[in-house]
């Protein structure tokens, strides 16, 4: 997961450089723990689906009686289902103590600034999911919101443009609050798109409208 799939933002403290994962590593290893320490290996194998905002592990296997998602979060006994596994990882130092999990769990995810993981009973299973303190999500979010308003302000002017054939940039530039400059980009963009034509020149002409979005 390390390799493939999270980063690790760079920044410096003086002369060290420091590069952090963008999620709680030793809460991320207590999730994998449990997924293997309490997956049903008769059922299907563990599944992870990765988002740029969020991961989810899913493992098939029900929670015992009496837990809920809601008494993984709190003080709980440990019942694990594959006994030689979570034995194993106790001896190995993975597991410090049995029913701990979830307190490191979530001790790390509120250390990190970021939310408490979800944990759901999910088709016979248990799914976790985490967010991800992932700069790249926030870039592309930045992205779709900047591709979204210029969208927006290329509707504007198309149909102002439909109101008033005849209507100039300065005009144009006044209505939509942007510069002269922008909707010249504007006006070129949607006449690459075939939604508008000009006829005639730029002082006697007026614009014809092909085809509204």
């Excluded at 969020?54 to 015992?64: D, K, R, T, V």
């Excluded at 979570?86 to 130092?93: H, R, V």
């Amino acid at each position: 997961m390390k390799t493939k799939y999270l980063t690790s933002p760079i920044h410096y403290e003086g002369l060290q450089r420091i590069e952090t994962l963008e999620v709680p590593e030793n809460a991320l290893r207590e999730i994998l723990y449990n997924a293997i320490a309490h997956k049903d290996y008769m059922g299907a194998p563990i599944q992870m689906r990765v988002w740029d905002d969020h991961i989810e592990i899913w493992n098939e296997g029900a929670l015992p009686d009496g837990i809920t998602p809601e008494t993984l979060l709190g003080k709980h006994s440990s019942h694990p289902r594959n006994k030689n596994v979570a034995y194993a990882f106790f001896k190995a130092g993975f597991i410090e103590s049995w029913g701990r999990g979830y307190k490191i769990i979530r001790d790390g995810f509120e250390g990190a600034g970021l939310p408490m993981p979800t944990v759901e009973s999910v088709e016979g299973g248990v799914r976790v999911t985490f967010q991800r303190n992932n700069p790249n999500s926030s870039q592309k979010s930045s992205q779709k919101s900047s591709q979204k308003g210029s969208q927006k302000t290329s509707d504007k002017i198309l149909q102002m443009i439909s109101e008033n054939s005849g209507i100039t940039r300065d005009m144009l530039a006044e209505s939509a609050g942007i510069s002269s400059r922008m909707v010249a980009r504007h006006l070129k963009s949607l006449q690459e798109q075939s939604a508008l034509k000009r006829i005639g020149g730029r002082k006697d002409g007026y614009w014809e409208v092909l085809s509204k979005r």
